[in-house]
């Protein structure tokens, strides 16, 4: 069997969609790293490089099939876009992010042990860490 | 949760003033021993399961959890020996993590 060679187009179009499709699997396998994870920086040059390459296809070649990849990694990038900005946000915590001291409380910890939190602060610096669970 | 397992050092340079961390989620005691074993937290993680500690700080993202539940909004206050906050970190999107870093910077100061 001959390897059929690819044309330039169709290369530019494969390579658009990998990158902009890759864009958010290389952000997901990097989420470890605070500030990446903040900003998605490896995803957006990803899936712009990918952007350009899909149209840079189209104006080599303007079959239909090509539009079509360019419209999906367009898609993609929309949806990736929607839910980094949209569906991610969270409402805005004004008492928190006014009050000047901390609120005393008694919990159980993950003993059953209750826990008093100015019985803590009196003896040293306290971080108070609220996360979303372990679900 | 990723979060919970870079605050060793945070841990240290707290617990050498006296301190330590208290992590806080809606979990049940039982669920947190489990996160506590696994990843070998030296700090406690405190169950607010009736909510009322997030409430009083502001921090419920309503339906934000498995089965529409409501959630803590991920944050990190810090306080001193007098009970006032000296530095805070309260996400706006889910992904906002601040780099255990700048906490302690801030922690080394005190």
Do not use: C, N
């Not at chain 2, 909004?73 to 601040?98: F, N, Y």
Request: proline fraction near 7%.
């Amino acid at each position: 069997m001959r390897a059929k060679v690819l044309s330039r187009p169709v290369l530019l179009s494969i390579a658009g969609l990998a990158l902009t499709l890759g864009g958010p699997f290389v952000y997901g396998a990097l989420l470890f790293d605070a500030r990446m994870r903040a900003s998605g920086a490896p995803a957006w040059p990803l899936m712009v490089l990918g952007l350009l390459l899909g149209g840079l296809a189209v104006r080599a070649d303007a079959r239909r099939r090509f539009k079509v990849a360019l419209a999906a990694e367009v898609l993609f990038l929309a949806l990736f876009a929607y839910g980094f900005f949209q569906l991610s946000s969270l409402p805005p915590a004004a008492e928190a992010a006014r009050i000047e001291s901390a609120i005393d409380f008694t919990l159980p910890d993950q003993d059953g042990k209750p826990v008093t939190l100015s019985e803590r602060w009196v003896k040293g610096p306290q971080l108070l860490l609220f996360y979303r669970g372990s679900w | 949760m990723a979060e919970l397992g870079e605050l060793g050092e945070v841990q240290a340079e707290l617990e050498k003033r006296g301190g330590g961390i208290l992590a806080v989620s809606v979990d049940a005691p039982q669920e947190s021993r489990a996160v506590v074993a696994r990843k070998h937290l030296p700090f406690p993680i405190l169950s607010d399961a009736g909510r009322s500690v997030i409430q009083s700080y502001g921090l419920v993202h309503a339906r934000g959890g498995p089965g529409g539940s409501d959630i803590a909004i991920p944050a990190k206050l810090l306080i001193d020996t007098r009970g006032r906050i000296l530095w805070r970190a309260i996400a706006h999107r889910i992904q906002d993590r601040p780099d255990p870093a700048d906490v302690l910077a801030v922690v080394r100061k005190l």
